[in-house]
């Protein structure tokens, strides 16, 4: 069962642009096989399983080692900042996107479908807070910007950004070398203060977050046929509620999907399926944490330092996770 999270792994690259591919890493293409890129583990037992009725408020594991979406802002603050610093030394204004905003409240907020009985009735299986009409656009239009200024920004001729490649050699600009990836490089590793780009969340906690493990649960898959069986009671027909989420993709949510996206709420709370589901991943996580527990720790150690690097840039403090 394909997993369904609003949450993007590293907030800070939908902003990036053309820039995307050079600054941040992605578990998404992870061998399946594998588990996401983590060995497969064994969860401890689990005692009991409380009744949770609404995904609000609650954390899964592996979000103590992830940046929260303020810690992603600040980051993303400061490299555009240090972006506009060296564009100006070359000559060039360099206007930074806005943050991407709004966003899901929580990682599990549609991890496990939907949840929330009053969003269903009124949007069906859509977000409210991700409405195209309460989207922000980016205001930078990277087209407008001269070959020049592209290379400066990225380092590459024509800002043609090769992902995994290494910038080439490039001429100096305005009677100054461009550093190693452009603007955009030096900003980066004046934040992560090391030669690796990944600017976001750790590759390891990406994987561990989108692992599927759980899915796999007899737990889960009891759980998951309980909530289709409900379903088919009520006259619906889905094998697990993030297969009714992909039944629609129309702009706008229909009668249809209100009343499915109901049901399938109730269902949830008659099942306990969100309880279950989240209860018995959080144990897959705990396990996967544990195993590779010194790995974890040295790289929440590393965000925290990019975040007191981030924070002297953009000022202020460090937002809580």
Not at 188 to 199: A, P, V
Not at 236 to 259: I, K, W
Request: glycine fraction near 8%; include cysteine.
């Amino acid at each position: 069962m394909r997993r369904w999270s609003t949450r993007l792994p590293a907030a800070i690259c939908a902003a990036s642009l053309l820039l995307a591919a050079s600054g941040c890493t992605n578990a998404e293409g992870a061998d399946e096989a594998s588990q996401g890129g983590i060995a497969v583990v064994t969860p401890a037992p689990v005692e009991t399983i409380p009744e949770i009725l609404s995904t609000r408020n609650l954390a899964l594991p592996i979000e103590a080692y992830m940046l929260s979406d303020k810690q992603s802002d600040l980051i993303l603050r400061a490299r555009q900042t240090l972006i506009q610093r060296c564009m100006q030394g070359f000559g060039f204004v360099y206007s930074a996107p806005v943050i991407p905003a709004p966003r899901p409240t929580s990682l599990t907020e549609r991890r496990y479908g939907i949840a929330d009985s009053a969003i269903a009735a009124e949007w069906g299986y859509h977000s409210p807070d991700l409405a195209p009409a309460k989207r922000r656009q980016e205001s930078a239009n990277i087209s407008t910007q001269t070959p020049a200024e592209l290379l400066v920004l990225t380092g590459w001729p024509g800002g043609k950004v090769l992902p995994g490649a290494t910038p080439p050699a490039v001429d100096d600009v305005a009677g100054k070398k461009v550093p190693n990836g452009g603007c955009h490089g030096e900003a980066i590793r004046q934040i992560t203060d090391d030669d690796d780009e990944n600017y976001g969340d750790n590759p390891l906690v990406q994987a561990i977050n989108r692992s599927a493990q759980s899915d796999s649960d007899k737990r889960v898959r009891d759980a998951i046929g309980k909530w289709s069986e409900c379903m088919k009671k009520a006259g619906y027909n889905y094998p697990g509620p993030l297969e009714a989420v992909d039944a629609f993709s129309g702009p706008t949510p229909s009668g249809a999907e209100r009343q499915t996206a109901m049901a399938d709420v109730k269902c949830k709370s008659e099942t306990n399926l969100i309880g279950i589901w989240f209860t018995v991943e959080s144990a897959y996580q705990s396990a996967a944490i544990q195993q590779n527990l010194e790995a974890l720790v040295s790289a929440k150690t590393r965000l925290e330092s990019m975040l007191r690097k981030a924070a002297s840039v953009a000022g202020g403090t460090v937002p809580a996770s």
